[in-house]
């Protein structure tokens, strides 16, 4: 069975502005993701950086909904001080305190991929070496169906 670790983003996806045809796309793709996730069909991993950014989403509404499309992780990762380590390691790489941490999750979880929308995240990962592909939603559903 697949694990995929989804960063915020990804769950905001849905609720961004769809009159554009590539938040459409992705917010799609996102929808069917978590569909196959709740069927047991891939496991989706939670994380306690995804519920610290959740928490800092202020739109209550937004902040519910994203919240219920998340609830249905189903194993989590506790941030100890092996993930701040490399999340640290991550940062001299370039990458942003956050993104650092959820690619750190994503690998102690041992996730096959990490989701994210954040093409400046996806353009410098494929630059590094990580223990986790990252990719957008789209491009990876369309590789796995």
């Known amino acids: 069975m697949k694990r995929l670790y989804l960063d915020v983003c990804c769950y905001c996806r849905p609720f961004d502005d769809q009159t554009q045809e590539r938040i459409r796309l992705e917010a799609e793709a996102v929808l069917l993701i978590l569909n196959r996730c709740q069927k047991g069909i891939w496991e989706l991993m939670g994380s306690d950086v995804i519920d610290f950014e959740i928490s800092k989403i202020r739109d209550p509404i937004k902040k519910y909904k994203v919240e219920s499309l998340y609830s ?74």
């Open 72 to 145: 249905i992780h189903t194993c989590k990762v506790k941030v100890d001080d092996r993930i701040h380590l490399r999340a640290k390691k991550l940062q001299r790489m370039r990458f942003k305190a956050l993104d650092a941490l959820h690619i750190a999750c994503a690998e102690a979880g041992k996730a096959d991929v990490m989701l994210t929308t954040d093409e400046d995240l996806i353009k410098r990962a494929s630059k590094s070496v990580l223990n986790v592909d990252v990719k957008n939603p789209c491009v990876w559903l369309l590789e796995v169906l």
